[in-house]
T-cell receptor, first 112, second 115 residues
Framework: GDSVTQMEGPVTLSEEAFLTINCTYTATGYPSLFWYVQYPGEGLQLLLKATKADDKGSNKGFEATYRKETTSFHLEKGSVQVSDSAVYFCALYMDSNYQLIWGAGTKLIIKP | GAGVSQTPSNKVTEKGKYVELRCDPISGHTALYWYRQSLGQGPEFLIYFQGTGAADDSGLPNDRFFAVRPEGSVSTLKIQRTERGDSAVYLC?????????????FGPGTRLTVL
């Protein structure tokens, strides 16, 4: 079945470091891909999305490119801040069913 | 505008009791989803409504779980004969049309604890 695999956390970085959180997926069709973020004590909120191959989603300095050839949607940021500390979830949504399928989440800790 | 709201924010109940969890979606959103999230895991799909009807209830774990959306807006998730394994955060989300390209907007969740 369809699935999402993302790198295990926690990921600990120093402020201003470069961030990559890997996400790969398995899908029988052509999903839309999403990154959601959950800040401490808050609900899930969309960070960025891409709905077709080669699209790049971007928001708040974060980027991810939908790579069909490698079935990946890796999250990147050039210079992280302490305020980026959160749990990041990669997810896919197929046009053949009606549910977001989620990775397990990656906890990111940024130290000043 | 107002986001998705869920009540109560916390619910503690005893094993065997009945509980109802409420979700108020964003006004005008026709699609509504319920998920549950256990600690350290991603959300798990439960049920999807398009308007008043449950278009996909394949994620409901068993017949103790039931959800309704009678007027196509507010939804209630109902759990009968609760078990300790039902303890989790129950999340509600809505989206404009339910398209696979739509963004789903999430509520803050209801934390259910079954003693």
């Amino acid at each position: 079945g369809d699935s999402v695999t993302q790198m295990e956390g926690p990921v600990t970085l120093s402020e201003e470091a470069f961030l990559t959180i890997n996400c790969t997926y398995t899908a029988t069709g052509y999903p839309s891909l999403f990154w959601y973020v959950q800040y401490p004590g808050e609900g899930l909120q969309l960070l960025l999305k891409a709905t077709k191959a080669d699209d790049k989603g971007s928001n708040k300095g974060f980027e991810a490119t939908y790579r069909k050839e490698t079935t990946s949607f890796h999250l990147e940021k050039g210079s992280v801040q302490v305020s980026d500390s959160a749990v990041y979830f990669c997810a896919l949504y197929m046009d053949s069913n009606y549910q977001l399928i989620w990775g397990a989440g990656t906890k990111l800790i940024i130290k000043p | 505008g107002a986001g998705v709201s869920q009540t109560p924010s916390n619910k503690v109940t005893e094993k065997g009791k009945y509980v109802e969890l409420r979700c108020d979606p964003i006004s005008g959103h026709t699609a509504l989803y319920w998920y549950r999230q256990s600690l350290g895991q991603g959300p798990e799909f439960l049920i999807y409504f398009q308007g008043t009807g449950a278009a996909d209830d394949s994620g409901l774990p068993n017949d103790r779980f039931f959800a309704v959306r009678p007027e196509g807006s507010v939804s209630t998730l109902k759990i009968q004969r609760t078990e300790r394994g039902d303890s989790a955060v129950y999340l509600c989300a809505s989206s404009p049309l339910g398209l696979h390209t739509d963004t789903q907007y999430f509520g803050p969740g209801t934390r259910l604890t079954v003693l």
